[in-house]
């Protein structure tokens, strides 16, 4: 059954016909809600979509959390002050960090294809001030922890 629906919503995609996206997010020392932030702190993407992190601000960069991407994902890291382009093509939810501000709450949520939240996503071992992060991240987009 769950392959069956995997196929079917490949088949609906493609005949859709979109054009797969790009999404950038800025990395900032301060942002509107506050210090060390990505803007946006959430997307919601297709699968295929790319996303782009502009190195707004110098000393950031954008990494995959571990036991925060979708089963079967390597994950991955740029380099402080990398402008990486990655595509997504595998649904699920990415947790992304500033590897220098983690510790600081610098983190991100991407949202691949319309999947339910993970029952790990919200309990990964992160900094307190990310996880608090997280928590309000999910929340204001209706993922309640
Ligand atoms: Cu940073």
Aim: with cysteine.
């Amino acid at each position: 059954m769950r392959s069956f629906l995997l196929g079917m919503t490949i088949i609906l995609a493609t005949a859709s016909g979109a054009q797969a996206e790009m999404h950038e997010v800025r990395m900032l020392n301060r942002g509107a809600s506050g210090p060390m932030v990505y803007e946006p702190d959430f997307l919601q993407i297709a699968p295929g979509d790319t996303v782009k992190f502009l190195a707004t601000a110098n000393g950031h960069n954008a990494a995959t959390i571990e036991g925060m991407v979708p089963a079967g994902h390597s994950g991955f890291k740029g380099g402080i002050n990398e402008e990486i382009e990655v595509t997504l093509d595998r649904e699920g939810f990415y947790g992304i960090k500033c590897s220098p501000h983690i510790g600081m709450g610098m983190v991100m949520v991407v949202r691949v294809g319309d999947v339910p939240l993970p029952e790990e996503f919200p309990v990964a071992d992160v900094p307190a001030r990310a996880g608090k992060r997280f928590g309000e991240i999910l929340s204001r987009n209706g993922f309640a922890r």
